[in-house]
């Protein structure tokens, strides 16, 4: 997960909205009776339509969560970051292999409880990602640290764990083993998202670890030119990696990583130098 933040794709100049749910929601809530536990089918997919908005060069064309990259094959969907019919916490996988399709033995844990009803046809509340990462691992979770808002309240009071990453900087929140490719959280963000999304799931690893093999390539290549004073391999070396890191290349966030645990240096200030043509 790399940060997005300022890259939203621009709302559509008409976002449909659906009154039925909210006024079935704002009714109950006028009687002083309680919110109704939505299903799915209550809210007609108008957002799958605007799926072209997030598969463009600003988007990356990546899943949000794992940078798994969305191509034609496998066209992502346009996920609720918070869920719209109902909230529902699920216990650990029994294992992170979830070639089979879902992730082994996740069963619910608890009832479901009032999702974000109101969001759910809000630009804002929409991020592209893998069909994976969204109906195999995430589904309707959205765990907090707080209480959970209702509407018309603040949704930053509730201390959000999942991290989105339009709003917040994953950075910080994880890190990497370049050579076996597991994701570790740093924080209690880092790990609720690692395990809402399941980016720990071996297939995942796998593809991070052939990542984090060409990194240790250039690396080496770097080392090696600088052992020889060879200031052109060394900054080809230097090139490759920062290439490496940027957004639109599938799981940049291990590149970022690797190249601030090993150079020193974070990938913007790499960027800055390269811009002024120190490297
Ligand atoms: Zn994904």
Redesign the pocket.
């Known amino acids: 997960m790399i940060g997005l933040k300022g890259r939203h794709p621009k709302a559509p100049a008409s976002l449909e909205s659906l009154s039925k749910p909210t006024a079935k929601a704002l009714l109950a809530r006028a009687k002083n009776i309680p919110i109704p536990i939505f299903k799915e089918q209550d809210f007609p997919n108008y957002w799958g339509r605007h799926k072209h908005h997030f598969i463009r060069p600003q988007y990356n064309g990546k899943?949000a969560?794992?940078e798994?990259p969305i191509v034609s094959g496998s066209p992502g969907d346009v996920e609720h970051f918070r869920p719209k019919a109902y909230c529902q916490s699920l216990g650990p996988a029994k294992s992170r292999d979830d070639y089979g399709g879902q992730p082994p033995g996740r069963v619910n844990a608890g009832p479901a409880t009032e999702g974000y009803w109101w969001l759910a046809y809000k630009w804002s509340n929409y991020l592209l990602?893998?069909n994976?990462?969204n109906s195999s691992w995430k589904k309707n979770q959205f765990p907090v640290a707080a209480n959970r808002s209702r509407h018309g309240q603040k949704l930053s009071a509730e201390g959000a764990l999942l991290i989105n990453p339009f709003v917040v900087d994953p950075e910080p929140h994880f890190q990497f083993d370049a050579v076996t490719g597991q994701i570790r959280g740093l924080t209690p963000r880092g790990v609720a998202t690692i395990d809402v999304?399941g980016l720990d799931r071996r297939s995942l690893e796998i593809q991070r670890a052939t990542k984090g093999a060409k990194l240790n390539k250039r690396y080496r290549e770097y080392l090696g030119a600088l052992d020889q004073g060879n200031v052109l391999a060394q900054n080809n070396a230097m090139r490759a990696l920062i290439d490496e890191c940027r957004s639109k290349e599938p799981f940049a966030a291990v590149a970022r990583y690797f190249v601030k645990q090993h150079l020193k240096i974070s990938y913007y200030d790499l960027l800055e130098m390269k811009r002024k043509r120190l490297i």
Do not use: D, E, L, V
């Open positions: 899943c969560y794992c798994t990602c893998c994976r990462c999304c």
